[in-house]
């Protein structure tokens, strides 16, 4: 599975930014997700779909201000991120594994297969 990313850039606290992973490589069902690192820190999740269905999840961080969406048709994965504030500053890195995740695992990045390249975000206040 090959993903890459696209979308990030510099904007100010407030504004939005849409995110998007082109996949490619693998048909069946597969989980996908979101998750940023920030400079000294570890990557963490941002927000997933676990296989089920539309199924998702986030971080409590990002909740009611970043929303995922996937078009199956163009096979991307997209991360719509709005009121976006100073600590979302990140490189953002789309994740890919083959098969369903539960609400639980999906937050674990060993779970993981296969990642995009990443894309830096940085929110200025």
């Known amino acids: 599975v090959q993903l890459v990313e696209s979308g990030g850039g510099v904007v100010q606290a407030g504004d939005s930014l849409r995110l998007a992973c082109v996949v490619s490589?693998?048909?069946?069902?597969?989980?996908m997700s979101w998750f940023r690192q920030a400079p000294g820190l570890e990557r963490k999740f941002v927000a997933g779909?676990?296989?089920?269905?539309?199924?998702?999840q986030y971080a409590d961080s990002v909740k009611g201000r970043f929303t995922i969406a996937r078009e199956n048709a163009k096979s991307t994965l997209y991360l719509q991120m709005n009121s976006l504030e100073p600590e979302d500053t990140a490189v953002y890195y789309c994740?890919?594994?083959?098969?369903?995740?539960?609400?639980?695992?999906?937050?674990?990045?060993?779970?993981?297969?296969?990642w995009g390249q990443g894309t830096q975000v940085t929110v200025s206040s």
């Open positions: 490589g693998r048909s069946g069902p597969m989980s």
């Open positions: 994740a890919a594994t083959p098969g369903f995740t539960t609400a639980r695992s999906i937050r674990d990045i060993r779970l993981y297969s296969a």
């Open positions: 779909f676990t296989g089920f269905g539309n199924n998702t």
